[in-house]
């Protein structure tokens, strides 16, 4: 989660009840033929005890103000450029809808007191999805084109043509040229996740499939991005560790970026072991230099 958009005011979220761990799910209804243009949705509010099934989308938000329109229960809802791709990709082509969690339209962004309430709840959000969708664009026909043949399955060492090869360097070269990996949000989106895919338009794979098509050798040009994406893994890999205290975290991710500097911290809270007893909680009332004080004396 990376900000607040501006033109909501058309839309009205019915209040979550603060009494009970509830989020809001959204359901991405499948591909109308008749009306391809038209991406539509559907928002409701369920209970963690309920135990929904759904999945976790991670993605950046972009830097543009909302451009693009989606229909959220027969209204006009406006959502950035890159998500508005995501869910016009991800749509299912059969007849039910894929429930989704998606932060920018789950969460009532103007809603303050909602917001630090969501984010609190972000390591049960990410924990319980069924799967975390990484959405890392639509890429050109190319990429897709490449990310979608099953050569791209196997361990490069198992390429067998020149042709596979200078395929596999222009794929790699545009994963690594994504904005995503500099992210603070997708720290724990992805070090939370029980199970991880990649997508690039409307084609998907695993991540450890994913992972295993990068140079691990770590002698390419992109080294620093392949440490980056690599670090990421280590996280998820140990997020159970002692490795995994706010401090360490704040440490290793100082790079990461994030619109509103008090994410630095908040965007961390759900990996770090040592927060969980809720002794540091999300509030965006509180101004940056009242909780960097705050830090300082926890």
């Known amino acids: 989660m990376e900000g607040k958009p501006s033109n909501r005011a058309a839309f009205h ?8 761990d509830c989020i809001r799910l959204l359901a991405l209804l499948p591909y109308d033929k008749r009306r391809p243009d038209i991406v539509r949705c559907k ?9 929904p099934e759904y999945e976790a989308l991670s993605y950046t938000w972009g830097e543009s103000k909302p451009a693009e329109t989606i229909l959220l229960n027969g209204e006009p809802f406006a959502i950035q450029e890159n998500l508005y791709n995501a869910l016009d990709n991800l749509r299912p082509t059969g007849d039910r809808p894929r429930m989704l969690w998606a932060d920018a339209i789950c969460i009532d962004q103007g809603n303050l007191e909602e917001r630090k309430r969501q984010v609190g709840l972000m390591d049960y959000i990410y ?13 050109t ?4 084109k490449i990310f979608a043949k099953k050569f791209m399955d196997l361990e490069p060492q198992f390429y067998h043509t020149q042709e596979q090869r200078e395929e596999l360097a222009k794929w790699r070269q545009w994963v ?35 992972l295993g098509c990068l140079d691990k050798n770590g002698n390419n040009k992109h080294k620093y991005e392949d440490d980056l ?19 360490k975290l704040l440490e290793d991710f100082q790079y990461a970026r994030c619109k509103d500097q008090r994410d630095k911290v908040y965007g961390l809270l759900g990996l770090a072991y040592d927060c969980q007893d809720g002794s540091v909680e999300p509030d965006y009332t509180k101004p940056l230099f009242g909780l960097y004080t705050d830090l300082l004396t926890w």
């Open 13 to 20: 979220y019915t209040p979550l009840d603060p009494s009970v």
């Open 127 to 139: 924990t319980r999805a069924s799967t975390v969708l990484i959405w890392l664009g639509r890429g």
């Open 229 to 247: 994406i690599r670090k990421l893994d280590q996280k998820r890999k140990g997020r159970h560790g002692k490795d995994n205290r706010l401090e």
């Open 176 to 210: 690594y040229q994504r904005t995503y990996w500099t992210r603070l949000w997708v720290i724990q989106e992805i070090g939370l996740s029980k199970n991880l895919r990649v997508c690039i338009g409307r084609f998907s794979k695993p991540w450890d499939n994913f």
């Open 141 to 144: 026909a190319e990429v897709q």
């Open 43 to 51: 928002l409701s509010t369920v209970r963690f005890s309920e135990k």
